[in-house]
Structure formats: structure tokens, C-alpha cells
């Protein structure tokens, strides 16, 4: 069975510009959450969506969107980019979407932002 | 919201030695507690998991225990082998589905 896919792996931006990243979980997998690791502030998490609907959001401006469609493949939006926004952004599915369910992380998009 | 903190941040050992490394979380609801190796390059990778209503979990050569009372978990590998070289994240849940991660442990196995 395949893993979770992200795409692109590497982005590189300037300031101001706007990414969408792409991930597409393990066959069968309904819930996709999106994280964001930089080496200062660790793994954070950004959302998650279940069945195209957001159950639970972290603490990150509204710059930062996501959304899912039907086919569970997520998608996740960044506008007006700032510096600080360079970070490995990481996408994790689970089977049945339960809190207590393993999650499986995709090899992340590593975004630069200039 | 849950805080987890993770020591030490960097661990050496020598090969063939034990590795252990300990965890605390704040939240008392939180009831779900993974392991996660993460190698470079790659995402973060599920080693082990303990659920709140268990003590102690064993995998081959790792092994997680929980004490829900002084809110700490901690891993355990044994035998370590220079694969065992990563860096080691540990995470609690609570039933809102997203991971609150500890700050990582950079594990070195010298051969």
C-alpha cells in the first residue's frame, strides 16, 4: 500500500507571494492533519479534516488554509508569505480518524521562502 | 492547550548500550501517546504507541512505559544500534485529534 504523498517536495518563494501544498493520504485513510516543523518552534500543528470538514485548527494566523476533498486528498494555502513561513511543511492521514489512531506521515514539502 | 517537554535534547551512547529518554505532558485528559522517528529527510515515523489505559508496551527492542498519576511517559531502547541514529519525538492527544510533539531527542549510537 502506498504512503502518504506530498507534492511538491521543495518550493522556494519570495515575500508577499501565496503556496499550496498538496497530500494525498494512504488508500482508504479519511482524515488528513497538516503540521508545520521548523527547528525553533518543533512540530506544530496547523489542522485537520475529516471528510472534507475541519474538525480542529492550531494557533496559526488565516493566512494558513486548508481544505479536503471528497477523494480525501488535502490541499493547504499560504498567502502573503513571510520569512518565517520557511519551515517543512508535514501532512499525516489516519484510517478511521479516531484521535487515538496511528498517524502516518508523509516525507513533507520543504518550503524556503526568500 | 497540552505542553509536552522532552529530555534530554541530545543523547549519546554506545553501540550495544540503552537509550532512554523521558517525557511530560500537562494536560490530564490527554490519553493517547506516540513515538515518532524521524530521519533525514523523511517524516516522522511511528515507532511505538501507549494508550492511557495501559502501563507499559514492548516492541522487540523498544519499549514505552506511562504513568498517568505523575503525567510522564518514557522510551527505551535497548541493544542500540547504529540505526537507531535519529531524532526521537514524542506526543500526546487528548480526544481532539492533533499531536501536541515534545521538542525531539537527537539520538547518537557510536559504533
Known amino acids: 500500500k502506498a504512503g502518504v504523498t506530498q507534492t511538491p517536495r521543495y518550493l522556494i518563494k519570495t515575500r508577499g507571494q501565496q503556496v499550496t501544498l498538496s497530500c494525498s493520504p494512504i488508500s482508504g485513510h479519511r482524515s488528513v492533519s497538516w503540521y508545520q516543523q521548523t527547528p525553533g518552534q518543533g512540530l506544530q500543528f496547523l489542522f485537520e479534516?475529516?471528510?472534507?470538514?475541519?474538525?480542529n485548527k492550531g494557533n496559526f494566523p488565516g493566512r494558513f488554509s486548508g481544505r479536503q476533498f471528497s477523494n480525501s486528498r488535502s490541499e493547504m494555502n499560504v498567502s502573503t508569505l513571510e520569512l518565517g513561513d520557511s519551515a517543512l511543511y508535514l501532512c499525516a492521514s489516519t484510517s478511521t480518524g479516531s484521535s487515538t489512531d496511528t498517524q502516518y506521515f508523509g516525507p513533507g514539502t520543504r518550503l524556503t521562502v526568500l | 492547550g497540552e505542553n509536552v517537554e522532552q529530555h534530554p535534547s541530545t543523547l549519546s551512547v554506545q553501540e550495544g548500550d540503552s537509550a532512554v529518554i523521558k517525557c511530560t505532558y500537562s494536560d490530564s485528559a490527554s490519553n493517547y501517546f506516540p513515538w515518532y522517528k524521524q530521519e533525514l529527510g523523511k517524516g516522522p515515523q511511528l515507532i511505538i504507541d501507549i494508550r492511557s489505559n495501559v502501563g507499559e508496551k514492548k516492541d522487540q527492542r523498544i519499549a514505552v512505559t506511562l504513568n498517568k498519576t505523575a503525567k510522564h511517559f518514557s522510551l527505551h531502547i535497548t541493544e542500540t544500534q547504529p540505526e537507531d541514529s535519529a531524532v526521537y519525538f514524542c506526543a500526546a492527544s487528548r480526544s481532539d485529534y492533533k499531536l501536541s510533539f515534545g521538542a525531539g531527542t537527537t539520538v547518537t549510537v557510536r559504533a
Open positions: 479534516y475529516f471528510s472534507e470538514t475541519q474538525r
